[in-house]
T-cell receptor, first 113, second 111 residues
């Protein structure tokens, strides 16, 4: 089954404790991206990747890192999480080289205390 | 950045048609999209329309595009309770490497 898989789906952590949210897609897509969804603010792009080893910042990259060492994986790293990073995070991939027909994961709900 | 505007809430009776409206700002957007988000799930692409089209129909879904007014609408015919969800309008960003989403319209279908 074609899918984008995120882990963990739910996480409660404390300020400053490094964490990684993994994202993996099995559709051989070139393009991958991370969004966060917040009430009243909608979806905002954090980072995207057009290809292996090629990443760039979205609208809200502060406090986040990403890497794209393999085509299928695009982890989101929070080196020192803060409460304002409490959010619902979505990973997405696209068969196009740009954003377009996005396939979304089911989301990772992160709470930073 | 660009703003995509949608009304936040719509309630319809089962069997009626639903019309969700959206206005966008970037006249250079090549494609415009409608996504659906069910509770506890990620967004799912419903349909998209190329900017040189006025209308696209796909089973119960009809998308209308008015480029002059930068207005996009999604009509769902014979709305069912299973259509209850949040619907997002989206346009391509200037770079093409992101989609700019509206804040979503929450559709409630009552029996």
């Amino acid at each position: 089954e074609a899918q984008v898989t995120q882990n963990p789906r739910y996480l409660i952590t404390v300020t400053g404790k490094k964490l990684t949210v993994t994202c993996s897609q099995n559709m051989n897509h070139e393009y991958m991206s991370w969004y966060r969804q917040d009430p009243g603010l909608g979806l905002r792009q954090i980072y995207y990747s057009m290809n292996v080893e090629v990443t760039d910042k979205g609208d809200v990259p502060e406090g986040y890192k990403v890497s794209r060492k393999e085509k299928r994986n695009f982890p989101l790293i929070l080196e020192s999480p803060s409460p304002n990073q409490t959010s619902l995070y979505f990973c997405a991939s696209s068969p196009w080289f740009v954003a377009g027909e996005l396939f979304f994961g089911e989301g990772s709900r992160l709470t930073v205390l | 950045g660009e703003d995509v505007e949608q009304s936040l809430f719509l309630s319809v009776r089962e069997g009626d048609s639903s019309v969700i409206n959206c206005t966008y700002t970037d006249s250079s957007s090549t494609y415009l999209y409608w996504y659906k988000q069910e509770p506890g799930a990620g967004l799912q692409l419903l349909t998209y329309i190329f900017s040189n089209m006025d209308m696209k129909q796909d089973q119960r879904l009809t998308v209308l595009l008015n480029k002059k007014d930068k207005h996009l609408s999604l009509r769902i015919a014979d709305t069912q309770t299973g259509d209850s969800a949040i619907y997002f309008c989206a346009e391509s960003s200037n770079s093409g490497y992101a989609l700019n989403f509206g804040k979503g319209t929450s559709l409630l279908v009552t029996p």
